[in-house]
């Protein structure tokens, strides 16, 4: 089933059909900045931050091993690490949570 619908866009309307998976799609969810999550399943070799401690921009947080590559994870933005949810051994799904990163006020 397909529901037709208007749209306007910068004054033009225009009519287009809404499929039923379009209607049943997941609702978006933006994505946490302050959380550091796997891009990859891997291990992790080393965590280079602690709780409390203000990191950059870029900075490395701690190195995943995947397919035999080292990869440096980095800062999204400035702040302080709120929680670190791994230790050096722990294998992490995709997705998973790494870290938590606390926006940096001075930074803002």
């Known amino acids: 089933m397909t529901a037709r619908h208007t749209l306007t866009l910068d004054g033009t309307a225009y009519e287009t059909a809404l499929t039923r998976k379009y209607a049943l799609r997941r609702p978006y969810i933006p994505k946490d900045p302050g959380c550091v999550a796997a891009v990859i399943p ?25 397919m035999k590559m080292q990869n440096h994870l980095a800062a ?9 949810a791994v230790t050096p051994g722990d294998t992490v799904a995709k997705g998973q949570l790494l870290l938590v990163l606390q926006p940096d006020p001075d930074s803002l």
Do not use: M, N
């Open 76 to 84: 999204p933005a400035d702040g302080y690490v709120r929680e670190v």
């Open 42 to 66: 891997g291990l992790i070799l080393e965590v280079l931050v602690a709780p409390g401690v203000r990191v950059r921009r870029g900075q490395s947080l701690l190195v995943l091993e995947a």
